[in-house]
């Protein structure tokens, strides 16, 4: 109720005004209605041709802080406006960053403000919303009568806060991205060093063979002589002159006839001893006495 009367005395005192912006969001946004820098004052045209156009919103101080999205490049978005002295001439919308002052033309149009005694809701195109960088902005909108001289300049200034700006609205700043560490590079053995070659093994020189010791027939261990005698008689030798001639156990016993007794020997008197078939045969000089065979008989055997 309040409100009503407050837009009741508004427009009471405004009809000898032009026109001016009355919602940021359109007229029939509740939130965002009456949200410009002067509304409800006794001339809304206040705004009207400021002495310095470099002073934004002619110097009103801030107003009532509305959120409101916006879309990106090539969408749609409705303001409200009030006219009450149509005049044909060009119409822009712009985001102002109080922070620096920089402005981005947002939407344009021609003509948007020839409806005479109307609210109304003018509908512009977005563009330009990549360049908007702000989030506490100026909402202004501007129009220029054409068909006056001097050329009439209004503006009207609401103060939002952009929830949404479609593409507009800088990119939350990423976290840094750490910078990527090398890969360890695996450390590398140290070389093994080739064992050293062994020296060539001289071969030790086979020491020469040993003659087999070849087994020596053992000599016939002599008998011990036997007691006893021996008879010899004429068929122990072959002829007459012959010596008696025996042989045991590795010695010759001879008998010359006429020389005595048989001596162990190998020969007598230079003789020349001839073993033969168990006897011994003597070739001698030795001339016998006797051709007769006698028998001898030897104690020693």
């Keep these: 109720m309040l409100q009503l009367m407050l837009l009741a005395l508004h427009f009471a005192n405004t009809v000898s005004a032009h026109g001016y912006m009355v919602s940021p969001g359109g007229i029939n946004n509740k939130a965002t209605f009456g949200a410009v820098r002067g509304f409800g004052g006794s001339n809304p045209d206040i705004l009207q041709n400021p002495a310095n156009p470099n002073n934004m919103c002619k110097g009103l101080p801030k107003g009532r802080v509305v959120p409101l999205s916006l879309g990106g490049n090539g969408a749609s978005h409705s303001v409200g406006l009030s006219i009450s002295a149509k005049h044909p001439g060009p119409c822009s919308m712009e985001i ?27 509908t512009f195109t977005l563009k330009n919303m990549e360049q908007v960088t702000c989030n506490d902005c100026i909402m202004r909108w501007v129009w220029s009568s054409s068909n006056l001289i001097p050329t009439e300049f209004y503006q009207t200034c609401s103060d939002i806060t952009l929830t949404k700006a479609g593409g507009n609205s800088p990119a939350p700043p990423q976290p840094p991205q750490p910078n990527p560490q090398p890969n360890p590079q695996p450390q590398q053995p140290a070389p093994v060093p080739a064992p050293k070659p062994n020296p060539p093994s001289v071969p030790k020189p086979n020491p020469p063979p040993q003659p087999n010791p070849q087994p020596t027939t053992p000599k016939p261990n002599p ?55 168990g006897r011994i045969d003597f070739k001698t000089n030795c001339v016998a006495k006797s051709k007769d065979v006698i028998s001898f008989t030897d104690e020693r055997f």
């Design 223 to 277: 008998q011990p002589p036997t007691t006893g005698s021996i008879s010899h008689t004429a068929a122990d030798c072959k002829v007459a002159n012959e010596f008696l001639c025996v042989q045991q156990c590795g010695k010759v016993l001879i008998h010359c006839t006429g020389a005595g007794t048989g001596v162990e020997t190998g020969a007598l008197d230079g003789e020349t001893a001839v073993c033969n078939n």
């Design 96 to 122: 102002i960053d109080p922070a620096t002052n920089k402005i981005v033309e947002i939407g344009t149009g021609n003509n948007c403000a020839t409806q005479a005694g109307n609210r109304f809701d003018w």
